[in-house]
């Protein structure tokens, strides 16, 4: 049986920088997803915040203070804390919330043009639902297909 501490034959130069470039790609390749999910993140405040705005500046003032002193989630905390957001919008918007989530999936779709399979029929509410899909299921499909091409 082999030590722990036996001797190994030292890489040579060429080994050595096969293994660096490869290193170097994982590395690219990890802060190039780091950056696309930025990217994804400030795209879905953008268009929430373009959802909010369109409902007068009192509600969207309202909404992002009730958030960050009710649930402690800072706006542009929201992509992190899609879930919350949704109870939020059902609480406070009620039967309206639907509309709410419709319009920011538009909006982010407007804005990162992700392939997911929605129809443009689809963005009533009632064509929505039926299909299952959510707001929260929207986003992570969004980010999924945005964040890894």
């Known amino acids: 049986m082999q030590s722990l501490f036996a001797k190994h034959e030292p890489l040579d130069i060429e080994q050595l920088s096969i293994h660096q470039a490869q290193d170097v790609?994982?590395?690219?390749?990890?802060?190039?997803?780091?950056?696309?999910?930025?990217?994804?993140?400030?795209?879905?405040?953008?268009?929430?915040?373009?959802v909010l705005a369109s409902l007068g500046a009192p509600i969207k003032k309202t909404v992002y203070f009730k958030l960050e002193n009710d649930l402690n989630?800072?706006?542009?905390?929201?992509?992190?804390?899609?879930?919350?957001?949704?109870?939020?919008?059902?609480?406070?918007?009620?039967?309206?919330?639907?509309?709410?989530?419709?319009?920011c999936m538009e909006n982010l779709n407007s804005k990162i043009k992700v392939n997911i399979k929605v129809t443009?029929?689809?963005?009533?509410?009632?064509?929505?639902?039926?299909?299952?899909?959510?707001?929260?299921?929207?986003?992570?499909?969004?980010?999924?297909?945005?964040?890894?091409?």
Not at 25 to 50: H, N
Not at 124 to 132: A, C, M, R
Request: charged share 35%.
């Open 25 to 50: 790609r994982v590395i690219d390749s990890l802060q190039d997803k780091m950056s696309k999910q930025r990217k994804f993140d400030e795209s879905l405040s953008e268009a929430i915040d373009e």
């Open 73 to 103: 989630i800072r706006k542009n905390e929201i992509p992190q804390h899609i879930d919350e957001f949704t109870d939020f919008l059902y609480k406070t918007f009620g039967l309206g919330a639907p509309r709410v989530e419709i319009k």
């Open 120 to 149: 443009k029929d689809d963005w009533s509410v009632s064509k929505w639902t039926p299909e299952g899909m959510t707001f929260q299921k929207y986003v992570s499909s969004a980010r999924n297909n945005y964040c890894n091409p």
